[in-house]
């Protein structure tokens, strides 16, 4: 059970759109629409931000949206904000009743 | 909404069992189909499920930590408790409870944390 590869940081300026990748395998990510995207500000809990795959939970902001094709799942935000700025985790289902997070993603607001 | 607080010992020696029990305020924890769990993180790595129980008592662990994890649910007290057995320093992380109300794989609400550390 490997972890989803996810790329170690990414980094936009305030406005503009970033994209990041979450890349499974067949036995995850492209056998399931269960892929959920996680925020982490620094030494605080992470809080879920999108959930099958697309799925935005009540309160958080429509400028996150999420994605899937084929064995990678990609959460993009838009209008990027100076508190945008966190750790960002993916995390899918894996079969017989098991749950893989990625590596995390520092997003860094320019 | 609920809220819920992990609480245990900070230090744990090598080789004994890690306990920690999270509190759950804000609603029952037998009410509903939900799912509870425990998540880790040590220091600047990423995020590791270890397992969850369901109301009804069923689990289901991470197959890694398998051997040593149990995790029980205790109704009259609105908590559920981690049991990790034979802990070494590669068992020192953050530990999260969480909950799971939209499907057992996504975990809605993260309790706080609390760091435990394996040392002599």
């Known amino acids: 059970q490997s972890a989803l590869t996810q790329p170690a940081s990414v980094s936009g300026s305030p406005g503009q759109s970033i994209t990041i990748s979450c890349t499974g395998t067949?036995?995850?990510?492209?056998?399931?629409?269960?892929v959920s995207w996680y925020q982490q500000h620094p030494g605080k809990a992470p809080k879920l931000m999108i959930y099958e795959v697309s799925k935005r939970p009540s309160g958080v902001s429509n400028r996150f949206s999420g994605s899937k094709s084929g064995n990678t799942a990609s959460l993009t935000i838009s209008g990027l904000q100076a508190e945008d700025e966190a750790d960002y985790y993916c995390?899918?289902?894996?079969?017989?009743?098991?749950?893989?997070f990625g590596g995390g993603t520092k997003l860094t607001v320019l | 909404q609920v809220q819920l607080q992990e609480s245990g010992p900070g230090l744990v020696k090598p080789s004994q069992t890690l306990s920690l029990t999270c509190t759950v305020s804000?609603?029952?924890?037998?009410?509903?189909?939900?799912?509870w769990s425990w998540i880790r993180q040590p220091a600047g790595k990423g995020l590791e499920w270890i397992g969850r129980?369901?109301?009804?008592?069923?689990?289901n662990y991470n197959p890694s930590l398998k051997s040593r994890v149990t995790i029980s649910v205790d109704t009259s007290k609105n908590q559920f408790s981690l049991k990790l057995s034979s802990v070494t320093a590669a068992d020192t992380a953050v530990y999260y409870c969480a909950v799971s109300y939209s499907g057992w794989y996504v975990f809605d609400y993260w309790g706080q944390g609390t760091l435990v550390t394996v040392s002599s």
């Open positions: 067949s036995s995850d990510v492209g056998s399931y629409n269960l």
């Open positions: 129980i369901y109301t009804s008592g069923s689990t």
């Open positions: 995390c899918s289902y894996a079969g017989s009743s098991h749950v893989v």
């Open positions: 804000g609603g029952s924890i037998s009410s509903g189909s939900y799912y």
